[in-house]
């Protein structure tokens, strides 16, 4: 089992950026499949990046060219570097890990640890 705590999360003005973090214990991050999420009031939680164990990535295309992610497995941290930051992009923003098989990469119904979300609010 792993837990996971996120942080980095703020408020920010339009074309800013931010970096959050994902620290995990228990286990080694190095083992699974990384994902962020992130929820806006009253919408569904979506699907934002994830980073293979071999470093390889996905990304929605809302984010795509703007958020990086990145991990450290020395540090068993995963990050998420948002540039370009649009009012849009206000939400609750979740790391997860390990895939449950048999569930879409970009479903949140695939992953079965989660941090507790951090806020990130960026004004117009």
């Known amino acids: 089992q792993v837990q996971l705590v996120e942080s980095g999360g703020g408020l920010v003005q339009t074309g800013g950026s931010l970096r959050l973090d994902c620290a995990a214990s228990g286990r080694a991050l190095s083992t699974y499949v990384m994902a962020w999420f992130r929820q806006a009031p009253g919408k569904e939680r979506e699907f934002v990046t994830l980073t293979w164990r071999d470093g390889s990535t996905l990304y929605a295309d809302s984010v795509k060219g703007r958020f990086t992610i990145s991990r450290d497995n020395a540090k068993n941290t995963v990050y998420l570097e948002m540039n370009g930051l649009k009012p849009e992009d206000t939400a609750v923003y979740y790391c997860?890990?390990?895939?449950?098989?048999?569930?879409?990469?970009?479903?949140?119904?695939?992953?079965?640890?989660w941090g507790q979300g951090t806020q990130v609010t960026v004004s117009s």
């Open positions: 997860a890990a390990d895939r449950v098989a048999g569930f879409a990469d970009y479903s949140p119904r695939g992953y079965n640890y």
